[in-house]
């Protein structure tokens, strides 16, 4: 075993003998000053503790971010229903209590309802609706009511329809398209039955 | 006896000429002064809406009314004419009009119904007619229609003037023929049938109908069709330039005249899709289903 040396090559006996600062024998700085002039976007990067090389960073797709978050909104909302029935489905449970036979069944909310529309306006605005739409309905001619139940009974198995394909496939974007225009769907029907029936109109 | 005869005959004439005069007094006739180009407004519960173009500067109504319609009310002013059947607060809306209705074949019309049918024949101005459970039927002229019912069936015919054309019901079937220019038109439950002899961009949406769409494309021109459950059916003839594809579907089944197979998503993965160009790929056709199935060709 040899005795370690020190810079000058001088043999060390204590810890005390090393030098606390080298000093480098050419200034480094104009390389390092031209190394960064070369990739300026790497600048702000290399200043953290756990910079990450940038020939490893991508850019996340946008959608990507979306449909997680849109995913865990769904799980989480799943596990709501499920632990605790009965939850946020008062307003339809109110309405039905008056509404024509079939109605509870083609209008009461699917599992990711809130998950998929969040935005406490549309909420509102859908939950208005279904609570005038018994009356509206009974306002529109028999077969005409009919016919409007059973389309908004279609538009409920084409939501669990494609709420049953999401599940198998949560990042579908054919199938969240799809989900979105249903629910675009609903809220036009809803909105067309409550103008049909709205006095005053013209009619 | 002679006397008796003769007072009986006496009352049976009186009553029949009261009959017929009380069955003259169900009709209705007023005509007014109009704008070439002004707007007529009609609205009607039940019964039918007949509306006509013609030549003259005024509005002509003739009316046939139900034993429950109260009046029929026609006022024209400042370039608009509003015709309306009003029934007594009562009736709950069973009140039936028969309305023929002649117009400036430039009038804009606005046509509101509840169980009455609308026809509409000869007007070239923009047409917005609404029914809910009453059948529309129109022809189309040179200028923008909107049509939306609830429960009735929409047909409309063209004649490849270009136009913007909305067409919508909740459970109707939308018929078009000879349309041009730009559609869109959209079911939940009803069929969309739809022919274009010039089409510049088509949207169609349904969520259980099925679609039908053939057209012709304007150079760049775009079709979208979206259905959940329903069959897409699409033939799309490109006379300048051609159109790209892309054809999408969950559960269903793609076919095309091309004799390109779809692309399925993965052995373990449900979803096939069909991708491809014709000709110069100018105009853009996209096609998507969750479980409808789904046909493209480019010739009828």
């Keep these: ?203 | 006896m002679r006397i008796a005869c003769g007072i009986t005959l006496s009352l049976l004439t009186l009553a029949a000429s009261g009959l017929a005069f009380a069955r003259e007094d169900r009709t209705f006739d007023k005509t007014v002064a109009a704008q070439p180009r002004g707007v007529v407004d009609i609205s009607d519960v039940a019964g039918s809406i007949e509306v006509s173009g013609w030549d003259r500067q005024e509005v002509s109504v003739h009316a046939e009314l139900g034993d429950e319609v109260e009046r029929v009310d026609v006022s024209s002013e400042g370039g608009r004419t509003t015709v309306k059947v009003v029934l007594p607060s009562h009736t709950h809306g069973h009140g039936e009009a028969e309305l023929h209705v002649q117009v400036p074949k430039g009038s804009e019309i606005d046509v509101s119904a509840v169980s009455a049918d609308i026809r509409v024949s000869g007007v070239l101005g923009v047409e917005r007619l609404n029914a809910v459970s009453g059948d529309v039927t129109a022809e189309l002229g040179d200028a923008d229609v909107e049509a939306k019912t609830v429960s009735g069936d929409l047909r409309l015919k063209g004649h490849g003037s270009a136009a913007r054309l909305h067409a919508s019901s909740v459970s109707g079937d939308v018929h078009l023929e000879h349309g041009a220019g730009d559609f869109e038109g959209s079911t939940v439950s009803g069929e969309l049938v739809v022919s274009l002899d010039s089409a510049r961009s088509i949207r169609a949406r349904s969520t259980s109908g099925d679609l039908r769409l053939e057209a012709k494309l304007a150079h760049g021109a775009t079709v979208e069709a979206t259905s959940v459950s329903g069959d897409v059916n699409v033939r799309a003839a490109a006379a300048d330039g051609g159109f790209s594809y892309e054809v999408s579907t969950f559960s269903g089944d793609i076919t095309d005249c091309f004799d390109i197979k779809p692309e399925h998503a993965g052995r373990y993965m449900p979803g096939s899709t069909l991708q491809g160009t014709r000709g110069e790929g100018a105009g853009h056709v996209r096609l998507k289903t969750m479980s409808g199935d789904v046909q493209l060709c480019d010739r009828s």
Excluded: C
């Design chain 1, 1 to 203: 075993m040899t005795a370690p040396h020190d810079g000058n090559g001088r043999k060390v006996s204590s810890l005390a003998e090393i030098p606390t600062s080298i000093e480098p024998g050419r200034d480094l700085w104009p390389n390092i000053e031209a190394r960064l002039k070369e990739s300026p976007a790497a600048a702000p990067v290399t200043t953290g503790a756990h910079a990450i090389p940038a020939h490893l960073r991508r850019a996340r797709p946008p959608w990507l971010a979306a449909a997680a978050m849109v995913a865990s909104v769904a799980v989480g909302v799943w596990i709501g229903r499920s632990l605790l029935p009965g939850v946020g489905r008062g307003v339809e449970g109110t309405a039905a209590t008056t509404a024509p036979s079939g109605f509870a069944a083609a209008t009461d909310a699917t599992v990711l309802d809130a998950a998929y529309v969040s935005d406490p306006r549309y909420q509102r605005q859908r939950a208005a609706l279904l609570r005038s739409l018994p009356a509206r309905l009974a306002a529109l001619p028999p077969p005409a009511r009919a016919k409007v139940l059973a389309s908004l009974a279609a538009i409920r198995k084409a939501k669990e329809d494609l709420e049953s394909a999401l599940g198998k496939d949560p990042s579908n974007a054919l199938l969240q398209e799809l989900l979105v225009d249903t629910y675009q769907d609903e809220m036009r029907v809803l909105t067309d039955v409550r103008e049909a029936s709205e006095p005053g109109r013209g009619i």
